[in-house]
């Protein structure tokens, strides 16, 4: 008797491992979907608002917030050309543009009483010289790109030069010896007054040390 106990349960016991290995032995047959209830709740959080900003696009508003800053002085021909040129000589591109307004009125082909040409009404004798610091071969002072570009070039060598903007200013229209009278002259004074004029924004600490 108890030897029949113990075949049946075999039997039912080898059934039982049967039909459990049954999906196994018949790929056809799926699993149960999951029900919704096991599945992960989602995050609390998007993803995605967690991830830094596109340094494109914080340089894009950059510059677009830069050209509306000197919306007032510059031609809009012009903004990206001064915003672009100012960045990359690490100066303030209201400061150029406060220049040009005073040096040409953005008049590309005016020419100075003294001979001086293009936005930023340079010498061709400081042409030659900032030309060569850029190792320009072949340019054009009366380009709006070139003028630009040296003129800033010009304005960023005086500012690591002189004591504050005014002074490097005066010397940037009248030569060294402007230096020593830069808090009267009547240059520095004008471009200062359109550069530091910002409506809505605060005077930059620059500003403050002219």
Do not use: C
């Not at 998007?46 to 919306?71: C, F, G, Y």
């Not at 690490?90 to 953005?106: F, G, N």
């Not at 030659?128 to 340019?139: F, M, Q």
């Not at 009248?174 to 004029?197: D, E, F, H, I």
């Amino acid at each position: 008797m108890l030897r029949r106990l113990r075949l049946r349960r075999s039997m039912w016991a080898a059934i039982a491992v049967g039909i459990l290995s049954a999906p196994a032995m018949f790929g056809g047959v799926a699993a149960a979907p999951a029900e919704a209830s096991d599945l992960l709740p989602p995050p609390d959080v998007d993803p995605r608002e967690t991830l830094p900003p596109d340094p494109i696009d914080a340089e894009t508003r950059q510059i677009l917030n830069q050209m509306n800053a000197i919306a007032d002085l510059a031609p809009e021909e012009f903004r990206h050309l001064v915003v672009s040129t100012a960045n990359q000589y690490s100066v303030d591109p209201r400061l150029i543009a406060a220049i040009i307004t005073v040096e040409s009125e953005w008049d590309p082909a005016v020419v100075g009483s003294y001979g001086e040409l293009g936005l930023m009404q340079i010498l061709p004798s400081t042409g030659t010289w900032l030309t060569g610091l850029a190792n320009l071969k072949e340019y054009d002072l009366a380009d709006p790109a070139t003028s630009v570009m040296l003129g800033t070039m010009y304005i960023h060598y005086l500012l690591k030069e002189h004591a504050n903007t005014q002074a490097a200013l005066a010397v940037y229209n009248g030569g060294p010896r402007a230096a020593a009278t830069a808090s009267t002259n009547r240059y520095a004074n004008k471009v200062m007054r359109l550069y530091q004029n910002r409506p809505g924004l605060l005077v930059t600490l620059l500003d403050r040390a002219a």
